[in-house]
Structures are given as structure tokens and as C-alpha cells.
């Protein structure tokens, strides 16, 4: 009979939805450190992937402006914050899936002190749309990111479209 009894008793005493607390931040894996030019990248990859339009708007600078090229019209276009955020929530909100993966960085330049950056970096984006449409594109981003001094996180202040699409 005791030997019966045991399990019940140790399984009632383990709740699974009450998992022991581990050291360490539970997001570790998930946010990047903004501070860093990696942890930029991760964010901005979560931020598409989760479609989470404030983590998306907390990397841009408030000056951010994107500049891409309009193949029909055969002329380089821009657009600004508001802009961008509102293309991108329209974005996040008819996508039931958003992939995108970073490459190898192209090309890294720091100046002002490291208080800028220059980064190209090719990328691989799916977006599955709630019609069923999938569309594919790759390409580089030119970004410029800046940030107030070294111990802060990074902004995007100007984002150049390489990309075919």
C-alpha cells in the first residue's frame, strides 16, 4: 500500500505550472542586449517575428527615416516615423507569420567615438499573410544606428532598402 501511496504523494506535490524559479533573466534567450549591435538585431528580428509593434518603435530613432528604391517610377523614395510605424503596423496586423532571418554582417563601421554605426547586412524575410499569400524577399539593410553615448541602447536613425522585392 505504500508503495502505491509514494507516487501519489510526490506526484501531488509537483506542480507543473509552478516550475522552480531559475537564476538569470527568463527573457535571456529571447530580447537581446540593446546596448550591444547583436542585441539590436535580435530585437529587431523578435519585434518582426512577434509582430510586437512597441519593441519595433523602442528601436527607432525619432528622426528615423527609410529609403528605398521605386523600381516602376525609377526613383529613390523616403518616408519618416509615423510612416514607418504606421506601414509597419498595418504589416504586423495581416501577417499570421513573419520570418526573418539576419546573415552574415557585410559590412561594420563604428565612428563618432562609437556613437554610430554603419551596418550592412543581408537578410531573409517570409511574411505568410491571413489570405494564405506567402511572400519571400532577401536583400541587404543599410542601417545607420546611433546612440546617446556607450553604455546606451542603440537607435535606428536611417534604414536603406538593398533589396530587390
Aim: negative net charge.
Amino acid at each position: 500500500m505504500l508503495a502505491i501511496l509514494t507516487p501519489v504523494v510526490l506526484v501531488a506535490a509537483c506542480n507543473p505550472f509552478a516550475p522552480a524559479l531559475e537564476e538569470g533573466s527568463p527573457f535571456g534567450d529571447l530580447l537581446g542586449d540593446p546596448t550591444t549591435i547583436d542585441g539590436f538585431f535580435t530585437n529587431f528580428r523578435n519585434a518582426y517575428e512577434l509582430r510586437d509593434l512597441s519593441l519595433y518603435e523602442s528601436l527607432l530613432d525619432s528622426s528615423f527615416i527609410f529609403i528605398y528604391y521605386d523600381f516602376d517610377a525609377q526613383v529613390e523614395r523616403e518616408w519618416g516615423f509615423a510612416q514607418e510605424l504606421e506601414s509597419t503596423r498595418r504589416l504586423f496586423e495581416n501577417a499570421t507569420l513573419v520570418n526573418l532571418r539576419w546573415n552574415q554582417i557585410l559590412s561594420q563601421t563604428l565612428f563618432e567615438e562609437d556613437l554610430r554605426a554603419r551596418i550592412v547586412r543581408p537578410f531573409n524575410l517570409t511574411i505568410s499573410l491571413e489570405g494564405g499569400d506567402v511572400f519571400r524577399g532577401d536583400g541587404n539593410v543599410n542601417f545607420l544606428i546611433i546612440r546617446e553615448d556607450t553604455s546606451a541602447v542603440w537607435k535606428l536613425l536611417r534604414w536603406r532598402d538593398e533589396s530587390e522585392l
